[in-house]
């Protein structure tokens, strides 16, 4: 972080988001709140881009945002205007609606019901739902599971928005693309869903 804030590159604003959101995954938001806010207010001048045309570098704003409203940062979160906010959830939400009619989707959707007969525990998954500021790909509101798929056009890890979520009292889950892909029949996915979801915190 010191590096970057010290070095003579020119920083644009891509590479200041990446680092900004590379401080809230690594919780180091608040001790480099100067570094964080300086790059954020680089990145946010004048008016949003398009959504299409920045979509990664939004939906990176969008957990960093979030973030910092989660976690009390007035200062650094006033950097933000309204403007780019809206523009970095439309982004995120765009992003999930998109994603959430892949194939993988809707066989874990159905592994989710086979294995609702090993856990007992476990509640009808919701699809695309709301859990606390973010967009979701699965929901059991009766265990509180957020479940999310790792897919590789995903710009970033699930590691900022699954840990404000955390905080905000949900279990958290997130299966990676290649194992999912690796899985050749239906009983091989229930078996490893159930495995996956025993282990959700």
């Not at 973030?67 to 006033?78: P, R």
């Not at 500021?133 to 957020?146: G, K, R």
């Not at 693309?177 to 009983?187: H, Q």
């Amino acid at each position: 972080a010191v590096q970057y804030a010290e070095g003579r590159d020119q920083k644009d604003m891509i590479s200041d988001l990446d680092v900004s959101w590379a401080l809230c995954a690594l919780q180091l938001s608040q001790r480099y709140a100067e570094l964080l806010t300086a790059a954020l207010q680089r990145s946010c001048r004048g008016a949003p881009p398009v959504v299409a045309a920045r979509r990664p570098a939004l939906i990176k704003l969008h957990d960093v945002v979030t973030w910092l409203s989660c976690t009390d940062q007035a200062q650094s979160l006033k950097a933000v205007p309204l403007a780019w906010r809206a523009a970095a959830a439309e982004a995120a939400l765009l992003e999930a609606q998109r994603l959430s009619v892949s194939p993988l989707h809707k066989q874990v959707l159905s592994s989710w019901d086979d294995a609702r007969t090993e856990l007992h525990n476990l509640g009808a998954a919701c699809a695309q739902a709301e859990a606390g500021p973010f967009t979701v790909d699965f929901l059991d509101d009766e265990s509180s599971i957020v479940l999310d798929i790792d897919l590789i056009s995903w710009p970033m890890t699930r590691r900022v928005r699954h840990e404000i979520l955390r905080r905000s009292g949900y279990r958290t889950l997130c299966l990676d693309y290649w194992d999912l892909k690796a899985l050749r029949s239906r009983g091989d996915r229930q078996a490893f869903l159930v495995r996956q979801l025993s282990r959700a915190r």
